[in-house]
């Protein structure tokens, strides 16, 4: 439509992409209160298929944003993983049953779900949050078709530098042809399929009409759009890395079997048939990755589409559990893949536009890691974006994005590239067989890469954020990330069982006055507040209550200078205590400052910010002092952000280094450009 | 408008009023597929007040219906009751902290959600439930104006005896003129206030337009139109007992105060200044029950509701409260009411008509007790209607409504009347002061109905349902409800910690094939189907597995007496095994009997029948067989009710007496009358 003036508006944040990276960006967004859009070119979220392995990290971080019951209640728990392998006479047999999860490392365990699932329970979670202040709505059907950066306007706190034109397309031209047919074909999404979204574009603009697009303004942009991010396309960023040869299949389906372990998580290495994974989910559904070994790249590399259909991956299935059977009336879906391992060179553009998920890592799926990495990059920057959106934190800590999670996505490729070598290749006939794979370091790097698996093994390196020592840049990806201001390292050995870097683990403790046993993680909402956690230690001795008088003396000064004039006083810094005192030897009234537990004039005491470590009624003791190895009687303080990871650790004198930490982080808000 | 021919139509279920008890028989239709119709005279449900404590069993229950979870997360969980009293000098101080709910009883503990919540959930579960066969709605704004039963028809499985003529409201006539106000006047729906179903109707007829009429004949009726019950007066049916001098103010407030246990439930006496419940509740929130020592009933009875305000109520607490202080911005609700207790005479007419909840007991609300034994009736009735709707069951098993629940309804009474005496009180200066009330006695009275107000203490007499030994009769509130055929009586030595009677108890066991966790009672759901428990014992040994065998042959026979032809064979009796072999040493296939796992042609084996008393991956160890008392080698088979009682318990080789137990209720199919 040459000469037609199109609509303009503008948004802080533009996401592309509702899958589950995107919801997981726009979940942020909702629960901080940012001025938000999220388009995505389908015209209906997915019903079928698609990742659906969650790890323990994920469920954690669903629990902060409070949907985390509804997967566990809905989900298939993963419990035990079976090793089959041959025998000596070349049947399988079950050589070894070991825990899915790591006993003790969360309080949740490896479980499975529907992908489907999940992104309706982010929507809930995102309408919840938002709908009172800027609600968060999913377009559907929507593409962006032109991106511009103004490099001039980047530090510009106010500005919009990006502009991006969108095209709506009509629902007809945002339903692929797959949906809604009885059983869908994986493949059109699989990475052995081009992708759609040129051809959506062309088409869609051959029959453009008018009030079909639209030119948006953002501060901020997260492309969430998958292998064939059209975002990065735009950037020019390149992805590093091969495919291999091995092709896989998947199929959902019902089984009718006599294998024994068809409702465990189990990886079967046949003699020479190739190898399976099983994985029981929910609904009596089991999905089965079926190495399909007749299927071998061409010349150009890519697998033959046309040899791969339901009843090909059932035979290859079926050859590899031999002498069991394996048979299925009902199947949910299908596709397959070709194995590959690439990470993107640049996570972000000027710390303007950033590329998520798929967008800038793809590996194989069968170590259940794609859906979690991916939600856990926007996990990672959301709240990064949304502090700098709203005037909180210092435009500089976006750096940590790429440091953190690239590094990350390098890890997971060199994983996954291990592990698919070893699960693709035949077993070792004997020790003499070099050829073969070894099914003893097989199950060594499985065990090896539980943890890491789990999600909980993610480190990050020293920087503004994370006070470790040393030197930021070697830690991370490369990327500067070091304070801007005075360098701060936290003293570790306080805390013994916690680590800078890592997650925050949690472990059982009561509210001091209602004796109510917590997680103490369900106190740490998604929120975008920093959190100071004050172990208090023994309430009781004169001396430590000496500590803590005089440390509440100084944090009250903290919190005023970095929370903006008329907000609560927990609302950039949330302080959280924990005593290890018994509980009715104190009085939260009489024994604690009020800056531990703020008064306000409609609502009164705030009951909800101090804890105890101590006996509860039903649910035993949770011994958080000692599983966090911290001194029961003089305790510490920890400082946590607001993605539960560990910033800081000091003693309870150590309120200089609590200044420069925030100071290198966060805004004053007298400085703030208005 | 006469002459008017009415639109006609018919029901099986026909349930007035769709409060709690109403929502809960409605949740049981909505669950086993009955054709049902819910109507209330209110134009919106409620949005404040209302009675919110919710027991262990209550929760159990929710949780048989797949809701519990929701509940436990919104509600505040009430875990320590304090108890004031006056000191020497008079002034009142903390006397004793103890368990709210006995430890160990439940998987809950006892907690607190307003009414409406619980409301919505219940819908939620009745949509989910029946919106694919029998849509179950609730119509508002619909009263009965006429009822008619032919007594004639009451014995005919395929009549409709029952004829009510509906009016339809307007939205305005429905809609009461409280609601929509900020702050409602709770004395509107209080037993201080009069009924308004007459005045509905009058009003309405006034306004009589076409089509707001229609008449439903109904196999089964359901009144849960509350204490000034419609049904009830219709059926010309009396209650029995007396009103008190006392009378109760009632305050939901966000509470501004420095009393240490505003967050603990508390019972506090006052030297002279009256008595004081505190009950934490959600969102802040804070229930105060407070004597109106001040407002006394007038000569007809009847407390003058002009005296009581919201400033009377707060005035009479801080009386109480001093030295402490206490007011509030923010005030949610308030009410007072005048205790009164009563019981109906007769629960039911002709066991066609049934009345439940308020309509047939009423008494005071401190204990906690009103919303749970008002759904508790219906809990236990609904099933019952379900399963002889559904030509399952033989009609007299209706009759153990009345005997099970009259029952119940006067022990509460009798509790209530001894607690509130105790608690409206003043408390004895010393020994000698003989008109006070011992602080002691009333500890002691307390402390001994908490397993009663847990709900766990409810123990259902003899009856063709329990196969108690003793005169039906005598154990239940008069009515005859034995055994038409032989009596079994069955053996509860062999299951030492599981009571005939009461609800079965709950503890982890693990899914034999996953080790997947679970609280038995998840598998327990409200699904309308009697269970035989298998407890199969030491898996391992020879002999014990030819007694399982032996019972498994015999058991499919019985199975297929009861079991529709055509419906899968755990339809109307499902059977659930635990066996106490370690997991690892047994194979689900090869060891346990088909009838235990039964295969379909579509699905497979079925994965979810067959459980273990062993050591979970994460969870710890059940000790299932140790809690229950169960012998761990030779087991034993226990019969739930649909609604999780304990029917009986026998050896593997008591067949004779399963087949008796069953044939004394259930309708052999060829037997049905077409």
């Known amino acids: 439509m040459p000469g037609q003036i199109l609509p303009e508006s503008s948004v802080d944040v533009l996401i592309v992409g509702a899958g589950p990276a995107g919801l ?36 954690e971080i669903f629990d902060s944003f409070g949907f985390a019951e509804r997967v566990w209640k809905e989900a298939n728990h993963m419990l035990e993983i079976c090793m089959w392998n041959p025998d000596e006479t070349g049947k399988i047999r079950r050589s070894d049953r070991i825990a899915d999860t790591p ?24 309408r919840d949050a938002s709908w009172k202040t800027h609600p968060v709505d999913v ?24 502009t991006v034109k969108l095209r709506h397309l009509s629902e007809e031209e945002a339903t692929p042809e797959q949906y809604g047919k009885q059983l869908q074909d994986g493949l059109f999404r699989s990475n052995l399929a081009p992708d759609d979204t040129d051809e959506l574009l062309t088409k869609s603009r051959a029959a453009a009409k008018e009030g079909s697009e639209e030119i948006v303004r953002a501060k901020y942009m997260i492309g969430c759009d998958g292998a064939h991010s059209w975002v990065r396309r735009q950037l020019g960023f390149e992805m590093e890395g091969e495919p291999t ?13 006599d294998f024994p372990d068809i409702r465990n998580r189990c990886m079967i290495h046949s003699a020479s048939s190739g190898s399976l994974m099983v994985i029981p989910r929910e609904n009596k559904l089991v999905r089965l990755y079926v190495q399909l070994k007749e299927v071998v790249p061409d010349a150009s590399g890519r697998a033959d589409r046309s040899k791969i259909t339901p009843d090909t991956i059932l035979a290859a299935a079926q050859k590899t559990l031999s002498p069991y059977k394996l048979s299925y009336k009902y199947c949910d879906w299908w596709t397959a893949y070709q194995i590959g391992q690439r990470v993107g060179r640049n996570f972000s553009k000027q710390t303007r536009i950033f590329l998520a998920g798929d967008a800038v ?37 976006l750096s940590t994005y790429q440091s953190e999670r690239r590094r990350i996505a390098q ?28 099914m003893q370091e097989f199950k060594d790097v499985f065990m090896r890469g539980a943890m890491f698996t789990s999600g909980l093994s993610v480190d990050y390196g020293a920087s503004m954020l994370v006070a470790k020592p040393g030197a930021a840049a070697v830690q991370g990806d490369g990327t500067d990330v070091s ?75 903290i919190l005023k200078r970095f929370t903006p004039e008329g907000r609560p006083i927990d609302s950039v810094i949330e302080v959280l205590t924990i005593h290890s005192a018994k509980r009715i030897s104190v009085e939260l009234l009489e024994d604690f400052p009020q800056v531990l537990h703020p008064f306000s004039e ?28 911290i001194d029961q009687e003089r305790g510490c303080l920890i400082v946590l952000r607001p993605d539960q990871y560990v910033g800081y650790i000091g003693e309870l004198e150590d309120v200089k280094d609590l200044e420069v930490y925030f100071g290198n982080i966060l805004v004053q808000p007298q400085s703030v450009v208005k």
Chains 1, 2 share one sequence.
Request: charged share 25%; glycine share 10%.
């Open 24 to 59: 997981m960006a726009a979940a942020w967004m909702a629960h901080t209160g940012v001025h938000t859009r999220v388009i995505d070119k389908r015209g209906t979220k997915i019903f079928n298929g698609q990742a659906d392995g969650l790890q323990c990290r994920s469920l």
């Open 103 to 126: 006993p003790g490392i969360s309080r949740f365990q490896e479980c499975v779900l529907h992908q489907g699932r999940i992104e309706r329970f982010f929507l809930d979670s995102i």
């Open 139 to 162: 377009e559907r059907g929507v593409l962006p078709e032109s991106l511009e950066l103004d490099d001039s306007k980047v530090e510009d706190h106010e500005a919009y530098p990006i």
């Open 245 to 257: 040869d091995f092709v896989w299949g998947v199929l959902d389906i019902i089984p009718i079997t």
């Open 361 to 397: 890592h793809t590996h194989s799926p069968k170590a259940g890691q794609g859906m979690n990495v991916s939600m856990q990059d926007c996990f990672n920057l959301g709240w990064k974006v949304s502090l700098v959106v709203r005037g909180i934190a210092q435009r500089y800590i």
């Open 411 to 438: 890890d997971l490729i060199d994983f996954d590239h291990k592990f698919s070598r070893l699960f693709s290749g035949r077993p070792a006939k004997d020790l003499t067989d070099e050829e073969g794979i070894s």
């Open 483 to 557: 304070a801007k201001g005075e360098k701060v390292v936290a003293k570790e050995g306080l805390a013994k069982h916690v680590e800078l870097g890592k997650r925050f683990p949690s472990f059982q403790v009561l509210n001091q006055v209602d004796s109510r046993p917590w997680n103490f993680a369900q106190w740490l909402q998604s929120d975008g507040r920093f959190r100071i956690v004050l172990f208090a230690g023994a309430m009781t001795s004169a001396a430590q209550r000496e500590r803590v008088g005089a440390f509440c003396h100084q944090l009250e000064n």
């Open 602 to 629: 409609e609502q009164g005491w705030d009951y909800n910010k101090v804890f105890v470590d101590d006996e509860s009624y039903h649910e035993g003791h949770g011994r958080a002092y000692e599983q966090y190895g």
